[in-house]
């Protein structure tokens, strides 16, 4: 992945500080774990907002670990292009 280390930091913590966020930050996050998660949206925003290992939400969405890696590349790639909110 190109994005530097603490882009990837940012919007990481961002992510984790779901519950906290402004309106318009949860709407992004939503927004992007829709349009790159796909049919794995709701495992994309657990590897993303919460501190689960990609293990464990690899099991509970059975979903691949690659795929896993694959879709949060996408979701930090996304980040920036995407509008809305504020981070």
């Known amino acids: 992945m190109k994005l530097p280390y603490i882009r990837q ?3 990481r913590f961002s992510c984790l500080n779901y519950d906290k966020a402004d309106e318009s930050t949860r709407e992004k996050i939503d927004r992007l774990c829709a349009d790159v998660g796909g049919e794995y949206a709701s495992a994309l925003f657990d590897v993303m907002c919460t ?10 969405y059975n979903v691949s670990e690659t795929t896993l890696y694959r879709i949060r590349a996408r979701f930090y790639s996304s980040w920036d292009e995407d509008r809305g909110g504020d981070v």
Do not use: N
Request: glycine share 8%.
């Open 51 to 60: 501190p689960k290992s990609i293990v464990s939400i690899s099991m509970k």
């Open 9 to 11: 930091g940012l919007i």
